[in-house]
Nanobody
Framework: QVQLVESGGGLVQAGASLRVSCAAS??????VGWFRQAPGKEREFVAH????????YHANSVTGRFAISRDNAENSVSLQMNSLKPEDTAVFSC??????????????WGWGKGTLVTVSS
């Protein structure tokens, strides 16, 4: 059974950078996605990466600022976040893709508990 654990969240000022990571244990994970959920809002897609490292997809709202990557030797996936904005404040969670539309949370399983990212203005 696979278990995902996110780390790296924290409180930063607008314009700063932060890197969150998703470590998998139990078995090698395949394609992985990052989602986020802000207070009072629905979970939304952030990024997805194929098990081979390509292709990678990013939400329009983070394209050019965020970059997803993976380290198969470490069985981990990271999300580098630059030029953070207050509207990026959310709990960021990773999960394993079960195939299908990469943008839909319904197509993922094995969700981690998430890591909180807070961006102050």
């Amino acid at each position: 059974q696979v278990q995902l654990v996110e780390s790296g969240g924290g409180l930063v000022q607008a314009g700063a950078s932060l890197r969150v990571s998703c470590a998998a244990s139990g078995r090698t994970v395949r394609s992985v996605g990052w989602f986020r959920q802000a207070p009072g809002k629905e979970r939304e897609f952030v990024a997805h990466i194929h098990w081979s490292g390509s292709p990678a997809y990013h939400a329009n709202s983070v394209t050019g600022r965020f970059a997803i990557s993976r380290d198969n030797a470490e069985n981990s996936v990271s999300l580098q976040m630059n030029s953070l904005k207050p509207e990026d404040t959310a709990v960021f969670s990773c999960s394993i893709s079960s195939g299908g539309n990469v943008y839909g949370a319904i197509n993922y399983w094995g969700w981690g508990k998430g890591t909180l990212v807070t961006v102050s203005s």
